[in-house]
């Protein structure tokens, strides 16, 4: 981090078009009995990102790192702008700080893992009683006294410093906070700063080793003093903080080698400012920030656990290809009944929930290992921690490397019941978990009525109702109220006790309920609050067109909760983006496997029947089971190598080939006939050759094989 000029806000900001985008948010805060979150206008944040990406030189203003196409950055609010969370965890500042959205001071270009990961709802101040009123602007705002660093205002070098390892260490109470909210000491950023200054160093004692060399010296002599007057440099701060280092030592050799290529041999370094802070007071904040469940799954491991045997799945650092939003990513895993999605659910919810729970689980781990092993584990990369969580899994038992869970962690199976007779919730919960309907559909949810109609009202008006809102989708005069110990509901006019609502409704009222009872101890709106959730089979009890909506509807309630589900309905694909589902299948020798998703087609762009027929649900044509399942014996026989095919194999392809044709599928005429001889012969050979391998990389492939032969071989049949 290093101290930025900021431009005069553009023209955009003293137009009349932008000015009914401030008012517009103004009434809508200020809008009697609002139920519904504050919503923010974002139509003019690609215009604006333009405009921040020019005047912070394309670089995260908080860690330096440059955005492109990996990171493209996202536009964040200093302040953040729908609640803020400080080092109290008994205190929340739930309508801060809406009113500063549109400020142009308040607009800071972020790479999506500061941003998004780390700094989130996060502005602690010295004291919370000193948090602004609502509306506070300009220097109202500087009496906060605050706690995180604004690159804008004042000098980083005042409260940070940085060592040749890359290592930012604190000066004051200001610069731990800061490295704290941000997560500036994260490992990938470390080596990349390592990485930096070192390659400085050793060119500048080059210098030191050779006679002079003119042209590496102007060289240097012009970065070190961009490092100085610039801002345009990855990594400036560590940078400056090496040659500062380097400059002690060897000053004079500097200024002479200066003076040759430069007119102006003026000193460009800086004094080491000294820490203020005590070793002490720097530790108990760090300690107040390992308080705070800040944990979402970057990567994970699976190996003989079940029916797997080893499989790796990555998890995007962003739910959306647009920079304006900021949402956790989802994973929705694909695949036939009984190939191991809810394993893997299994696999990582026992990982992450805590040795404590997984005592009171008092699971067999014999029933989870695969057969004919003697060891099995989970390992855990997450985004916001350089530790990974691994779960041991022997004749011993299960060995946990976290006693309790890094974040909330909710885990669901595919039967989702309510309280009845023999079926209760959970009773033996540790606390940030709710997991044990995944292992046992006996255990039902809780009793939404019985949680939802004891909540206090400003509990119930101001975290719960906007969540429902999204959820439900209500709109306008809707409004949930409780009335006579019931939830009720008026939509369209039209007032019901939820308990009057279809079976699918009140599957989504008794889940998203849960959801929001196990997050209820974090005070911020639910729309901030950071966690897991795992979900088996998405879809079920749901009438397709709640299926088509239920992504959508939890992503928009709980926009920072980590979802990962499974289902083997095409419609619950809608709602997420490209990147976030994975398809499970068997390879060759019957090993559960992922698809490379990034081979996958883009499932947003395709309709319902689209979907069915597309490699992410495997079906051929949408033709029916029979015919596809003899699609299937029939590309396998043909992918045997011709010394290994017997007669009844080649009996059994005739047969297969003669059923096939009659339905049409292999041609209705002597051209399509040989067009698709060529092209079953090019798959098979394919499928024999490379075995496992994704369905678009055989399909590219066989494509230009039969181009080729119609150009050439088949020319004059053709």
């Known amino acids: 981090m290093i101290k930025l000029d900021r431009a005069v806000a553009p023209d955009l900001f003293s137009s009349s078009r932008f000015a009914e985008?401030?008012?517009?948010?103004?009434?809508?805060?200020?809008?009697?009995?609002?139920?519904?979150?504050?919503?923010?206008?974002?139509?003019?944040?690609?215009?604006?990102?333009?405009?921040?990406?020019?005047?912070?030189?394309?670089?995260?203003?908080?860690?330096?790192?440059?955005?492109?196409?990996?990171?493209?950055?996202?536009?964040?609010?200093?302040?953040?702008?729908?609640?803020?969370?400080?080092?109290?965890?008994?205190?929340?500042?739930?309508?801060?700080?809406?009113?500063?959205?549109?400020?142009?001071?308040?607009?800071?270009?972020?790479?999506?893992?500061?941003?998004?990961?780390?700094?989130?709802?996060?502005?602690?101040?010295?004291?919370?009683?000193?948090?602004?009123?609502?509306?506070?602007?300009?220097?109202?705002?500087?009496?906060?006294?605050?706690?995180?660093?604004?690159?804008?205002?004042?000098?980083?070098?005042?409260?940070?410093?940085?060592?040749?390892?890359?290592?930012?260490?604190?000066?004051?109470?200001?610069?731990?906070?800061?490295?704290?909210?941000?997560?500036?000491?994260?490992?990938?950023?470390?080596?990349?700063?390592?990485?930096?200054?070192?390659?400085?160093?050793?060119?500048?004692?080059?210098?030191?080793?050779?006679?002079?060399?003119?042209?590496?010296?102007?060289?240097?002599?012009?970065?070190?003093?961009?490092?100085?007057?610039?801002?345009?440099?990855?990594?400036?701060?560590?940078?400056?903080?090496?040659?500062?280092?380097?400059?002690?030592?060897?000053?004079?050799?500097?200024?002479?080698?200066?003076?040759?290529?430069?007119?102006?041999?003026?000193?460009?370094?800086?004094?080491?400012?000294?820490?203020?802070?005590?070793?002490?007071?720097?530790?108990?904040?760090?300690?107040?920030?390992?308080?705070?469940?800040?944990?979402?799954?970057?990567?994970?491991?699976?190996?003989?656990?079940?029916?797997?045997?080893?499989?790796?799945?990555?998890?995007?650092?962003?739910?959306?290809?647009?920079?304006?939003?900021?949402?956790?990513?989802?994973?929705?895993?694909?695949?036939?009944?009984?190939?191991?999605?809810?394993?893997?659910?299994?696999?990582?919810?026992?990982?992450?929930?805590?040795?404590?729970?997984?005592?009171?689980?008092?699971?067999?781990?014999?029933?989870?290992?695969?057969?004919g092993e003697s060891n099995g584990s989970v390992t855990i990369q997450s985004y916001e921690s350089d530790n990974q969580i691994k779960l041991s899994l022997s004749a011993n038992g299960f060995d946990c490397n976290i006693d309790v869970p890094p974040t909330y962690i909710m885990s669901y199976g595919s039967t989702r019941l309510l309280p009845k007779k023999g079926i209760v919730p959970d009773s033996e919960k540790e606390p940030f978990t709710n997991i044990r309907n995944l292992f046992d559909y006996t255990v039902s949810l809780e009793d939404p009525n019985l949680w939802l109609g004891n909540l206090a009202e400003d509990e119930f008006l101001n975290r719960v109702v906007p969540a429902f809102y999204d959820v439900l989708a209500l709109k306008g005069d809707d409004k949930l109220y409780r009335k006579d110990g019931t939830i009720n509901i008026s939509h369209y006019k039209n007032e019901n006790e939820l308990e009057d609502s279809s079976d699918g409704y009140k599957t989504i009222v008794a889940l998203v309920s849960d959801i929001m009872q196990t997050l209820s101890s974090d005070l911020a709106g639910y729309h901030n609050t950071n966690g897991i959730v795992f979900i088996d089979e998405i879809g079920n009890h749901l009438h397709p067109r709640w299926r088509a909506r239920i992504a959508g509807a939890l992503r928009n309630a709980f926009p920072n909760l980590q979802f990962i589900v499974t289902s083997h309905e095409p419609l619950c694909l809608r709602g997420l983006s490209h990147g976030e589902v994975v398809v499970m299948v068997r390879d060759k020798k019957h090993q559960v496997q992922c698809l490379d998703k990034t081979m996958l087609p883009d499932h947003s762009l395709m309709s319902v029947e689209q979907l069915l027929t597309s490699d992410l649900f495997g079906l051929i044509d949408?033709?029916?089971?029979?015919?596809?399942?003899?699609?299937?014996?029939?590309?396998?026989?043909?992918?045997?190598?011709?010394?290994?095919?017997?007669?009844?194999?080649?009996?059994?392809?005739?047969?297969?080939?003669?059923?096939?044709?009659t339905k049409g599928l292999l041609g209705n005429n002597l051209r399509e006939q040989v067009l698709f001889e060529a092209i079953d012969s090019t798959i098979a050979k394919k499928m024999r050759e490379e075995g496992f391998k994704a369905k678009e990389t055989i399909k590219d492939e066989t494509v230009a094989y039969v181009k080729n032969l119609i150009q050439n071989d088949y020319k004059d049949l053709l």
């Open 21 to 371: 985008v401030k008012d517009k948010l103004q009434e809508n805060f200020h809008k009697n009995n609002r139920q519904e979150r504050v919503r923010f206008d974002d139509k003019f944040n690609r215009e604006i990102r333009e405009y921040l990406m020019y005047t912070f030189h394309e670089k995260c203003v908080y860690c330096e790192t440059k955005l492109g196409v990996s990171d493209s950055g996202i536009l964040d609010s200093f302040r953040p702008r729908s609640g803020a969370r400080g080092l109290d965890k008994a205190k929340y500042a739930p309508s801060h700080y809406w009113w500063l959205y549109h400020e142009w001071d308040n607009m800071m270009l972020s790479c999506s893992t500061c941003g998004v990961k780390y700094k989130r709802d996060f502005f602690p101040l010295e004291d919370e009683n000193l948090r602004a009123r609502t509306g506070a602007k300009g220097a109202e705002l500087l009496n906060e006294r605050a706690l995180l660093i604004d690159p804008c205002q004042e000098d980083p070098e005042e409260h940070l410093s940085f060592s040749e390892e890359g290592v930012v260490n604190a000066l004051t109470p200001k610069g731990q906070v800061t490295i704290e909210v941000l997560g500036l000491n994260r490992q990938p950023l470390q080596e990349k700063r390592k990485n930096a200054a070192q390659e400085l160093v050793f060119k500048l004692n080059l210098l030191k080793s050779k006679s002079f060399d003119y042209k590496l010296t102007l060289s240097l002599v012009g970065y070190v003093n961009d490092l100085y007057s610039g801002e345009g440099i990855e990594y400036i701060a560590v940078q400056k903080a090496a040659f500062a280092r380097w400059h002690e030592e060897n000053g004079p050799k500097w200024k002479a080698l200066k003076a040759k290529v430069e007119n102006n041999s003026s000193q460009v370094t800086r004094s080491i400012i000294q820490k203020t802070a005590s070793d002490q007071q720097l530790a108990e904040i760090s300690e107040t920030f390992n308080e705070f469940k800040r944990f979402s799954i970057k990567s994970f491991t699976i190996i003989n656990f079940k029916s797997i045997k080893e499989l790796t799945i990555d998890i995007l650092p962003n739910g959306t290809k647009n920079e304006e939003l900021q949402r956790e990513a989802w994973l929705l895993i694909l695949g036939d009944n009984g190939i191991g999605k809810s394993s893997i659910l299994q696999a990582l919810s026992l990982a992450l929930c805590g040795r404590k729970q997984l005592l009171k689980l008092d699971l067999d781990v014999a029933d989870f290992l695969r057969r």
């Open 622 to 661: 949408g033709m029916d089971s029979d015919a596809e399942k003899s699609f299937e014996e029939y590309y396998d026989l043909l992918s045997k190598r011709s010394d290994t095919i017997s007669d009844d194999d080649q009996e059994k392809i005739e047969i297969l080939r003669t059923e096939l044709n």
